[in-house]
């Protein structure tokens, strides 16, 4: 089992809609999670982290953390084609090395 | 504040030589984090490296070998290249103190072209 485990997609949502990306772990004792953008060509930025249960708002964006289920997902509301990009879930492994998912890749369509 | 700087951005190699790329943090970073990406496997995680010592290691050949300057800078180094080893190279500084936070600031990235 992978340590980060995310849909390759791509998932395609239209323009306005609401766009569900999720991502699960295998740690049961990761403390912090991270999103992180990528667009096509360009390095991966920083977006989002979350470190406890529940849901964390940022604009548009929504992190949603459940660690019964070790599972974590970023919701991207009124979606737009600028957020078109590659969404990298992140994960601190008990060693201490940052540990990123494939990646879920998104296509917003006008 | 100036970025992440990688250099080169670009370079061509054949297969058995060596490389060097190099890695300026952001002012005040201490800790240099090296990843390579492919399209098969995503990013992966290469070491780590915090006041010239490092401090987490993935899992690649001793081919791969990195090292962090006084003043942070990295360098990492491929040797005996092999067709498999092309890939973009990322390197990401953060504030990390004892643990890796996980904010990472990536730079441009070195892309790595072996024939």
């Known amino acids: ?110 | 504040k100036a970025g992440v700087t990688q250099t080169p951005r670009y370079l061509i190699k054949t297969r058995g030589q060596q490389v060097t790329l190099s890695c300026s943090p952001i002012s005040g970073h201490r800790s240099v984090s090296w990843y390579q990406q492919t399209p098969g496997q995503g990013l992966q995680f290469l070491f780590e490296y915090f006041s010239e010592t490092q401090r987490n290691k993935g899992n690649f050949p001793g081919r791969f070998s990195g090292r962090q300057f006084s003043n942070s800078r990295s360098e990492m180094n491929v040797s005996t290249l092999e067709l498999g080893d092309s890939a973009l190279y990322l390197c990401a500084s953060s504030l990390a103190g004892r643990e890796n936070t996980g904010e990472l600031f990536f730079g441009e990235g070195s892309r790595l072209t072996v024939l």
């Open chain 1, 1 to 110: 089992q992978k340590e980060v485990e995310q849909n390759s997609g791509p998932l395609s949502v239209p323009e306005g809609a609401i766009a569900s990306l999720n991502c699960t772990y295998s740690d049961r004792g990761s403390q912090s999670f991270f999103w992180y953008r990528q667009y096509s060509g360009k390095s991966p930025e920083l977006i989002m982290f979350i470190y406890s249960n529940g849901d964390k708002e940022d604009g548009r964006f929504t992190a949603q953390l459940n660690k019964a289920s070790q599972y974590v997902s970023l919701l991207i509301r009124d979606s737009q084609p600028s957020d078109s990009a590659t969404y990298l879930c992140a994960v601190p492994n008990q060693g201490g090395k940052l540990i990123f998912g494939q990646g879920t890749e998104l296509s917003v369509k006008p």
